[in-house]
């Protein structure tokens, strides 16, 4: 795709990822935000997302994301979905996505089924912000657009360790550090740092788990109750499914948290033997071979053993 090409004649661009927005999402749209500032002067760009946690504000002109989803414009010339496999991913910016003269969707989830105008999906990227990094004209790349990208692909690979990450990935990451960005401090302060009541659920979390099937897998969830005692958000329990499943004889880890009385949302975590995609697919989610989620509703108890279910016919074959 030839994305300034794609763009060509638009004057109102809107740009939007998916709901409850992490590292790669934020990147991705900040990053093309940047670049299109830049590369298009005269046209209005919106960034479009739910507010983006406090880790990300090292990120430039953040503050210009419309959270409040009323950007003044109903048919935007094109909008651009980044990271998102279906369309429903995109909560109350969907609408705007909907309307717009010319959709342009840019992913890396292989579920994705390019449901765009124009679209680049490529279900082997690490992450979206390498896709967009594709589509950049080096001319208009920056030091800012650069740490942007840099966010979203360190978080899609866990650090450039998921086996997500390829050699073409480390050699966008070596470009990028190229602009002299302070990439340790964004790695600790964006991924690893976290608050002390993030820490307190990570903690509770690993001291509730419950394994089964012969340890292979493994189960933790966080209920309302102590989400509102302690005044816990998701934003609170990221990064508690990847510590799970770093237990010692796992294979799949599962995280859920109650967003309604008996419904659930629930993340799974794979080290390969299982395809996590295809279980997310089956509860109407998605994701990718490692890592998926879903919406499921039910008891605790239900809904775990559904998802049980679902693992061990995979692991018994
Ligand atoms: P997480 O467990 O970190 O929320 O998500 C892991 C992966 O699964 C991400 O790629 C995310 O986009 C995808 N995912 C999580 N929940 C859902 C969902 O409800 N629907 C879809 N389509 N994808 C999801
Ligand atoms: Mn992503």
Known sequence: MNLLKELKGSMTIGISGHTKPDGDCVGSVMGMYLYLKKAMPSATVIPMIEKPGEEFNCIANLEDIKTDFNPGIEVFDTYIGLDCSTEDRYGDALPYFQNAKKRIVIDHHISNEGFGDASYIDGQASSTCELVYDL???????????????????????????????????????????????????????????????????????????????????????????????????????????????????????????????????????????????IAKFYNGGGHQRAAGFTIKGTFHDCVNNISDSIMIQMSK
Do not use: W
């Open 136 to 278: 950049l004209e080096d001319k208009y790349m920056d030091i800012e657009i650069a740490k942007a990208l840099y966010i979203g692909i360190i978080h899609d690979t866990g650090v450039l360790q998921y086996s997500c990450t390829s050699p073409k990935t480390l050699n966008i990451v070596a470009k990028l550090i190229e602009y002299g960005f302070d990439f340790p401090k964004i790695i600790d302060e964006t991924f690893y740092e976290k608050t002390k009541l993030q820490n307190e659920m990570l903690g509770r979390a690993l001291v509730e788990s419950i394994t089964f099937a012969d340890g292979k897998c493994i189960v933790s969830k966080i209920d309302r109750k102590i989400m509102d005692f302690y005044g816990a958000t998701p934003h609170e329990f990221e990064g508690i499914v990847n510590q799970l499943r770093y237990t010692k004889g796992v294979e799949v880890a599962i995280f859920m948290y109650e967003i309604d009385n008996m419904e659930y949302k629930v993340s799974l975590r794979s080290r390969g033997l299982v395809d996590v995609a295809k």
